[in-house]
């Protein structure tokens, strides 16, 4: 593998995914999966590339595509890194995202609860989690969960007068 050709194809596809160029961070991140996939044993840059071109390909509307590499993406960083990973669980929040907007409605809640439940992820990643899992379940329409899980961001967010400001927002619309 070549590490300076798989680094510049990487920062050209976030700095194209950053501007909501889909078709060029797609092109980007797929010369990183081919790069990556001349490591032998598979580090964690083919996760990332895996991940990265998911999440491209998820914006284009390419789900199953996009499903398909997050599964793989997560799978990876499971052996990886161990189950109890951040990068692990945002894993799971891209693919639980995917799973939900394709319908697979048991799936995605099954993985936005099993990302909240690793004991090393940081705040930040929690925060996201409780987020994804509240919008989740707005859109099904189970309001008293959403609930539940916007009073446990709210007292996640106590450090933070700002994050706490928006999940009490939040919290008005349910």
């Known amino acids: 593998m070549n590490d300076d050709r798989w680094e510049l194809f990487s920062q050209l596809g976030m700095q194209a995914y950053q501007n909501g160029e889909w078709d060029q961070a797609v092109q980007a991140f797929e010369v990183t999966v081919e790069e990556a996939l001349k490591v032998d044993p598979p580090d964690l840059?083919?996760?990332?590339?895996?991940?990265?071109l998911a999440c491209a390909l998820s914006q284009q509307g390419r789900l199953p595509e996009s499903v398909r590499l997050q599964e793989q993406a997560l799978t990876?960083?499971?052996?990886?890194?161990g189950a109890d990973h951040e990068i692990v669980a945002a894993g799971m929040l891209n693919l639980a995202s995917d799973?939900?907007?394709?319908?697979?409605?048991?799936?995605?809640?099954?993985?936005?609860?099993?990302?909240?439940?690793?004991?090393?992820?940081?705040?930040?990643?929690?925060?996201?989690?409780?987020?994804?899992?509240?919008?989740f379940y707005m859109a099904q329409q189970k309001l008293p969960e959403a609930s539940e899980v916007l009073q446990e961001l709210v007292d996640l967010q106590r450090s933070n007068p700002g994050?706490?400001?928006k999940a009490l927002?939040?919290?008005t619309h349910v």
Do not use: C, D, W
């Open 169 to 171: 927002h939040m919290l």
């Open 45 to 52: 840059r083919l996760a990332r590339a895996f991940n990265n």
């Open 99 to 135: 799973y939900s907007k394709l319908g697979r409605i048991a799936e995605a809640e099954q993985l936005f609860k099993s990302a909240l439940t690793r004991t090393t992820v940081s705040t930040e990643v929690r925060v996201q989690a409780l987020e994804n899992l509240t919008q």
């Open 76 to 81: 990876l960083s499971h052996q990886l890194l």
């Open 163 to 165: 994050g706490q400001a």
